[in-house]
T-cell receptor, first 111, second 114 residues
Framework: GEDVEQSLFLSVREGDSSVINCTYT??????LYWYKQEPGAGLQLLTY?????DMKQDQRLTVLLNKKDKHLSLRIADTQTGDSAIYFC???????????FGKGTMLLVSP | ETGVTQSPTHLIKTRGQQVTLRCSSQ?????VSWYQQALGQGPQFIFQ???????GRGNFPPRFSGLQFPNYSSELNVNALELDDSALYLC?????????????FGPGTRLTVL
């Protein structure tokens, strides 16, 4: 089976950087994903990284991939209160065109 | 471009009943995946439909079944409801061309089983 692991909770102050970490299991994963879920809502794709990349930057978001350790991180620069949400790391599910998710990291941004 | 929609938004049922949840995929998408998200957990893959046939299934019993229609919309049916079926049910649509598993999620249906 597949297990994607994430820390459960992160609290930061507005303006600080946030780093959310994830470990995945399938070394053959071609893409790895970060999704955001706000209270009472579905999942919104934030960004993804192709497995042959080490880093991807998209505005305030930076994704780092360490394939050797199967470690993925999401850095949010200048974190805002609107970034408060649950963040999910995901990898492809067992050869299907669908996804396995971690349990999510709840990010709380205080003013 | 219309996004993924789901109905109903909330539903309350009792143990042993049956429920049908509905999903309309995003325009141009031919694949629908269903997920169950229990409180405090990440979404768990139930099954996927492509061209009106089941195209993969997660670790869920046969009382979870589905359909996909020619317009690519989909239904999730759950028979003999149990208390542990209480969860947010998410539908996601995607286009199978290419090898990117990018999926677009609907807002979900919150099912409560009493």
């Amino acid at each position: 089976g597949e297990d994607v692991e994430q820390s459960l909770f992160l609290s930061v102050r507005e303006g600080d950087s946030s780093v959310i970490n994830c470990t995945y299991t399938d070394s053959s994963s071609t893409y790895l994903y970060w999704y955001k879920q706000e209270p009472g809502a579905g999942l919104q794709l934030l960004t993804y990284i192709f497995s042959n990349m080490d880093m991807k930057q998209d505005q305030r978001l930076t994704v780092l991939l360490n394939k050797k350790d199967k470690h993925l991180s999401l850095r949010i620069a200048d974190t805002q209160t609107g970034d408060s949400a649950i963040y999910f790391c995901a990898e492809p599910y067992s050869g299907y065109s669908t996804l396995t998710f971690g349990k999510g990291t709840m990010l709380l941004v205080s003013p | 471009e219309t996004g993924v929609t789901q109905s109903p938004t909330h539903l309350i049922k009792t143990r042993g009943q049956q429920v049908t949840l509905r999903c309309s995929s995003q325009s141009g998408h031919n694949t629908v995946s269903w997920y169950q998200q229990a409180l405090g957990q990440g979404p768990q893959f139930i099954f996927q439909y492509y061209r009106e046939e089941e195209n993969g299934r997660g670790n869920f019993p046969p009382r979870f079944s589905g359909l996909q229609f020619p317009n690519y919309s989909s239904e999730l049916n759950v028979n003999a409801l149990e208390l542990d079926d209480s969860a947010l049910y998410l539908c996601a649509s995607s286009q199978t061309s290419g090898n990117n598993n990018e999926q677009f999620f609907g807002p979900g249906t919150r099912l409560t089983v009493l």
